[in-house]
């Protein structure tokens, strides 16, 4: 079996396809993530990073090539097949939060956990331990606009890790909080990773925060050019 969570192999993506107004986002993208490791994913924008953890993500599909998630091929699977496997396997963190402002930071935790079947009350409890592990266990009850951004930010960390997924996508996860901010919830997120010993793919413009990470990956006009190991915090 593959020792990799997420292997991506040739990957080509693009749009408009075979009209004159064809835009090619990705070019024979390959990349490997093994278990437990954190990869930085560092490309300035348009370069094809968010397409790139879409496809690995399983949200959207590439016209060539191939996606494996824990040694399984998810090429051809049929959309239930996938929404499966990205519900069980993926969590997803965005620049922008995307919490459900009419739910409570707790409720916004257990939904997705709902989703997979999960028994409420086990629901509840784990969320509840989710956002204590985030140091934000007392704002369980408050909506997001209630709560700070780098508060909002905690509950999509932990809304990502519900369904306790083996990888983690994250697209700019620090980029819209102000630098000081940022550090304190970066310096959450890796504890999060580390201690669950998820792998993790995530894009990021901030080389300080890459650096931090097991490896770095640089992506520029579809391509993926430079894998550099770097430190470890």
Not at 5 to 31: C, F, H, M, Q, W
Not at 158 to 181: H, M, S, Y
């Amino acid at each position: 079996m593959s020792s990799a969570t997420l292997d991506l192999r040739g990957i080509e993506k693009a749009y408009n396809k075979g009209k004159p107004a064809e835009v090619v986002v990705l070019r024979a993208a390959s990349l490997s993530v093994a278990r437990g490791e954190i990869v930085a994913l560092v490309a300035p924008s348009g370069a094809g990073k968010s397409t790139l953890l879409h496809i690995a993500g399983l949200l959207d599909t590439p016209d060539a090539g191939s996606v494996s998630l824990n040694g399984t091929d998810m090429t051809g699977l049929s959309d239930r097949q996938r929404t499966r496997a990205r519900r069980e396997d993926v969590g997803f963190i965005y620049q922008f939060h995307h919490l459900l402002p009419e739910f409570t930071a707790l409720e916004n935790i257990v939904l997705p956990q709902l989703a997979n079947a999960v028994p409420e009350a086990e629901a509840r409890n784990h969320a509840q331990d989710l956002l204590a592990r985030v140091g934000i266990s007392k704002r369980a009850a408050h909506r997001p606009a209630e709560l700070s951004g780098g508060e909002q930010q905690r509950v999509a960390f932990c809304r990502a890790l519900a369904n306790k997924p083996r990888l983690l996508l994250a697209d700019e996860p620090t980029g819209n909080l102000d630098p000081d901010t940022s550090d304190q919830v970066f310096d959450i997120l890796m504890e999060l990773v580390r201690d669950t010993g998820l792998s993790a793919l995530i894009a990021t413009h901030n080389l300080a925060l890459a650096d931090r990470m097991d490896r770095t990956v640089r992506m520029d006009a579809g391509q993926l050019l430079v894998q550099s190991v770097t430190g470890k915090t």
